[in-house]
């Protein structure tokens, strides 16, 4: 395969939240960036979102050359991605269009180029079926929203090269990202899994009348949520087990846990649990809108992410906040 440059030109196609996301975090780190979308509302829609996402974004990591103004944006997706170094994928989840522009996007742009997808649940053996060059696709997939959140999850497809992964692992690092290399593909990919596990027996304990909307967003946000977000769960359970740490956890404290997976509860989800669950959350927002609760949310993870730098100096926020002096391979 073609040695991949490095990175200087990003285009994002399809400029929905997650593309809008991820415009706003390749700026802030000193890309040029084009962007394109066919919808009509499109162009504005992106602009808006990056001027209200700026300060948040910026304050994770500045490049000193960044800026909104090295935005681009075309309806031509082909003339958008022409000069890319780096693509990065956030169209609808529907297997067939998934398919068939990934095959336009390959044609299309040059042959050293990257194409990444920030699919959430179609494998990439799925999206480069019909690629002429699909040994340089791979999935990208953020945890939302891009600008603010660290996660990528790295996914090749059959026929994604080795060395696609390894420059897609490197590059996403460099920008300040934490990227995780998926060794298997499976639908939902790890994280989408891993929460949609926890929210399951969270609206198990609502359907069975345990507790409330609220009390059970408190239940994960101001328990096992405030330590998830300094460490993982098993670095917690080596806490967890004292002066034997991990070793003990496993020997004394693992069985019954494992016994305990027995109790846990699949809910039935009718229209009255739903109702539930909508009138409960609405009534924890407090008339605050989608926007308002956005916005205090991005800044507490800002915040968050600034206590991790300071007390975590190898996470992602170490990285260089310019372009990565990415080597080519």
């Not at 304050?59 to 935005?71: N, Q, T, V």
């Given at each position: 395969m073609n040695a991949h440059k490095p990175v200087h030109r990003v285009a994002i196609v399809g400029t929905g939240t997650i593309g809008a996301s991820w415009a706003t975090h390749y700026l802030v780190r000193g890309f040029d960036v084009t962007a394109t979308d066919p919808a009509s509302t499109a162009e504005a829609a992106l602009r808006s979102y990056v001027e209200a996402a700026w300060d948040t974004a910026a304050?994770?990591?500045?490049?000193?050359?960044?800026?909104?103004?090295?935005?681009s944006f075309?309806?031509?997706?082909?003339?958008?991605?022409?000069?890319?170094?780096?693509?990065q994928e956030n169209a609808p989840e529907r297997p067939e269009l998934k398919v068939k522009l990934f095959a336009d996007i390959d044609d299309a742009t040059p042959p050293d180029a990257i194409i990444a997808s920030s699919s959430s649940g179609i494998t990439m053996s799925v999206i480069q079926a019909e690629c002429r060059h699909p040994e340089r696709t791979v999935i990208g997939h953020p945890f939302n929203p891009p600008h603010v959140v660290p996660l990528v999850e790295v996914v090749g497809g059959t026929k994604t090269a080795p060395e696609t992964i390894r420059d897609v692992m490197s590059f996403y690092a460099a920008i300040g990202k934490k990227p995780i290399h998926l060794k298997k593909e499976l639908p939902g990919h790890v994280a989408n899994r891993i929460q949609a596990a926890l929210y399951r027996e969270v609206v198990y304990l609502v359907q069975e009348g345990v507790l409330d909307v609220a009390d059970s967003d408190d239940a994960v946000s101001w328990g096992p949520g405030l330590?998830?977000?300094?460490?993982?769960?098993?670095?917690?359970?080596?806490?967890?087990?004292g002066e034997g740490?991990?070793?003990?956890?496993?020997?004394?404290?693992?069985?019954?846990?494992?016994?305990?997976?027995?109790?846990l509860g699949t809910p039935e989800f009718t229209a009255d649990l739903k109702e539930k669950i909508v009138g409960g959350v609405l009534q924890e927002a407090h008339g605050d809108s989608v926007d308002e609760?956005?916005?205090?949310?991005?800044?507490?993870?800002?915040?968050?992410?600034?206590?991790?730098?300071?007390?975590d100096p190898l996470g992602p926020r170490s990285a260089a906040a310019g372009r990565p002096a990415k080597e080519e391979s």
């Open positions: 304050s994770i990591g500045l490049a000193p050359e960044a800026s909104p103004d090295r935005l075309t309806t031509d997706m082909r003339q958008a991605v022409e000069d890319a170094d780096f693509v330590r998830w977000g300094v460490m993982g769960p098993h670095l917690l359970w080596h806490l967890g087990g740490g991990i070793q003990h956890f496993m020997d004394t404290l693992m069985p019954r846990m494992v016994a305990s997976w027995q109790d609760l956005a916005a205090r949310r991005d800044a507490m993870l800002s915040a968050l992410l600034a206590v991790r730098a300071e007390h």
